[in-house]
C-alpha cells in the first residue's frame, strides 16, 4: 500500500518550483522514515528520484521497493529536502542522513560543485526579510526619483552608468551592478558572476551573494543557474542589495529575459 493511503501532506516549506502534486520516485524506507533519502536525483527529462541509497534492484530487499509519491507529502515527511529544491535537471545529491549537508553534483562531474545545509527556515528567514528591507528601500527610491514613469532606460557596461529619461524632466542617473537574469523562454535564474556577457567588475555584490551562500550552504546563492521566476529573481536581487546596502534595485524587461540591476548614487542629470 503506497502512501497516499494516508491521504495529503502540506509541508510548511516547499521551496521546489514544481507542481506540489508532481508525482515522483521514492521507495519504501524513505516513506516509512527507516532511513532517509540519501541520494536524490533530478533527472534530464525532470524527473525527480528520492531514494535511501540501498538496493532497489531484483535482488534487493523486497522490503524497499521503488514506488511513486507526491512531491509535497516527501517533502513534508522531511523538510530538509528543501535546501536541493533548485538542483537543476541532470544533477543528484547525496548525504549521509537527515542534519548532514547535501553535496550537489552535476551528473558526470569530477567533483562535487559544492553544499547544500538542510536547514532551509533559515534560509527562508533571510530571504524574507531581505525582501522586506528591499521593499522599504525601493519605496524611498520611487518617491524621491519616481523611476516607475521612466520612458526609456538604458545601461552601459564601460562606463557603469544607468539612465532613465522621462517625458517631462531631465534624466535619472545611476551607478548599477548585474545581479542576475530570468529567461521566460527556460523559466531559469542566471547569476550574472555566470553570464559570459557581463563584465566581472559589475558582478561584485552579486559575488559576495555566491560567497555568503557558499558559507552558509545556501544552494541558491552560489549554484550558476535553476528554474526560477520573477519572484526568485527579486528575491536573489533583495539579497544582493541588502548585502551591498545597495539604494534600490531596477527590473528591465528585454525580449525573453527580464535583467535585474543593484543601483546606487541616484542623481538627477542637470
Ligand atoms: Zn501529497
Ligand atoms: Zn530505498
Not at 533527472?43 to 528520484?49: H, R, T
Not at 520612458?151 to 517625458?167: C, E, N, R, S, V
Not at 523559466?187 to 552558509?216: C, I, K, M, V, Y
Request: charged share 25%.
Amino acid at each position: 500500500m503506497g502512501a497516499g493511503d494516508q491521504g495529503h501532506l502540506k509541508a510548511d516549506i516547499f521551496l521546489f518550483p514544481e507542481e506540489r502534486n508532481l508525482r515522483i520516485f521514492t521507495c519504501d524506507n524513505v516513506v516509512q522514515g527507516r532511513i532517509d533519502a540519501r541520494n536524490v536525483f533530478h533527472q534530464d527529462d525532470g524527473d525527480w528520484q528520492f531514494l535511501c541509497g540501498g538496493d532497489h534492484g531484483e535482488d534487493g530487499d523486497v522490503e524497499d521497493r521503488i514506488h511513486i509519491a507526491c512531491l509535497e507529502c516527501t517533502v513534508a515527511r522531511d523538510p530538509t529536502l528543501n535546501a536541493i529544491s533548485k538542483m537543476p535537471r541532470g544533477h543528484h545529491a547525496v548525504r549521509k542522513g537527515r542534519g548532514e549537508p547535501w553535496f550537489v553534483w552535476q551528473d558526470g562531474g569530477e567533483e562535487a560543485l559544492g553544499r547544500a545545509e538542510g536547514d532551509s527556515e533559515n534560509y527562508v528567514t533571510y530571504v524574507t526579510e531581505s525582501s522586506a528591507w528591499l521593499g522599504r528601500r525601493q519605496d524611498a527610491m520611487h518617491a524621491q526619483f519616481g523611476i516607475r514613469d521612466a520612458k526609456t532606460w538604458h545601461y552601459d557596461q564601460d562606463t557603469g552608468l544607468f539612465t532613465f529619461t522621462f517625458a517631462d524632466r531631465p534624466p535619472v542617473l545611476a551607478d548599477f551592478e548585474k545581479v542576475g537574469s530570468v529567461s521566460t523562454r527556460s523559466n531559469t535564474w542566471l547569476w550574472s558572476w555566470a553570464n559570459e556577457s557581463t563584465e566581472p567588475r559589475l558582478t561584485l555584490g552579486a559575488q559576495r551573494a555566491r560567497d555568503f551562500g557558499r558559507e552558509r550552504d545556501w544552494l541558491p546563492l552560489w549554484l550558476a543557474d535553476y528554474a526560477a521566476d520573477e519572484v526568485d529573481g527579486w528575491e536573489m536581487s533583495a539579497i544582493v542589495a541588502r548585502l551591498t546596502n545597495a539604494e534600490g534595485c531596477y527590473r528591465a524587461p528585454s525580449d525573453w529575459l527580464y535583467l535585474y540591476f543593484t543601483l546606487r548614487n541616484l542623481r538627477c542629470a542637470d
